[in-house]
């Protein structure tokens, strides 16, 4: 079977039914592991991308909601305000210089929850 990944970007959203990952402000090194990585995953995936940059926040607001996963890079951004709601979710991983004591969800980058949680 082929598997096959969507990677996402404002303004759109796609409907289908493989789970959903949402990363924040991520450094593109970082989405294009996690790129590589989907060429050989054993699962069909939406990864959904935001960057302050794009400054669509209605947009980030949407997907955060329709995720099912969210990984966030803690460095201040200007999104910094949304981020602070984000950690608070259980369905949030981060990643970044921060550690928050309520939130054990801790990778080092985007590719190690990818890795840990599809193989």
């Not at 980030?60 to 999104?79: E, G, Q």
């Not at 979710?89 to 990818?114: A, C, E, M, R």
Request: proline residues 4%; charged residues 25%.
């Amino acid at each position: 079977m082929q598997f096959y990944s969507n990677f996402i970007t404002p303004p759109d959203f796609v409907d289908n039914d493989f789970p959903s990952v949402l990363i924040v402000d991520a450094d593109w090194n970082d989405v294009e592991s996690v790129a590589l990585w989907c060429k050989t995953a054993p699962i069909n995936l939406n990864i959904y991308v935001y960057s302050d940059i794009m400054l669509d926040e209605e947009w980030l607001m949407d997907a955060m909601n329709r995720c099912d996963v969210i990984l966030v890079n803690m460095a201040a951004s200007a999104v910094d305000h949304m981020k602070k709601h984000m950690i608070k979710s259980d369905k949030t991983w981060y990643y970044g210089d921060k550690t928050f004591l309520g939130n054990k969800n801790k990778i080092s980058l985007p590719i190690d929850y990818f890795v840990r949680t599809y193989g």
